[in-house]
């Protein structure tokens, strides 16, 4: 069982920069052998996959669409995935969430099975 916790979503304005954090509680399996990702989802859109960080070295993985701007990084100490996200735009206006799963390797569906509660950001122009 993993419990997911987001936060540092806010206001920013564009060109701004904002780091997400996703605290992570398990029960059995180390947070270090989970595979971690964040999605995010607009209003009135469909969720969509941001980044992935598998565990053991199996990869990190962007959407076109952030790559070169956002940056997936993992504490295993302190069981939190972040998420920095610099060169915002409006269209990153979201709610961002971040989820986990046991498999090795890029995950880029939703079939993961924890899921945080969402936090959200807006960028505003």
């Known amino acids: 069982q993993v419990q997911l916790v987001e936060s540092g979503g806010g206001l920013v304005q564009a060109g701004g920069s904002l780091r997400l954090s996703c605290a992570a509680s398990?029960?059995?399996?180390?947070?270090?052998?989970?595979?971690v990702g964040w999605f995010r989802q607009a209003p009135g859109k469909e969720r969509e996959f941001v980044s992935s960080?598998?565990?053991?070295?199996?990869?990190?993985y962007y959407a076109d669409s952030v790559k070169g701007r956002f940056t997936i990084s993992r504490d295993n100490a302190k069981n939190t995935v972040y998420l920095q996200m610099n060169s915002l735009k409006p269209e990153d206006t979201a709610v961002y969430y971040c989820?986990?799963?046991?498999?090795?390797?890029?995950?880029?569906?939703?079939?993961?099975?924890?899921w945080g509660q969402g936090t959200q950001v807006t960028v505003s122009s």
């Open positions: 989820a986990a799963d046991s498999r090795y390797g890029t995950i880029r569906s939703f079939s993961y099975d924890y």
């Open positions: 960080n598998s565990w053991g070295g199996g990869g990190t």
């Open positions: 398990t029960s059995g399996r180390t947070f270090s052998m989970y595979t």
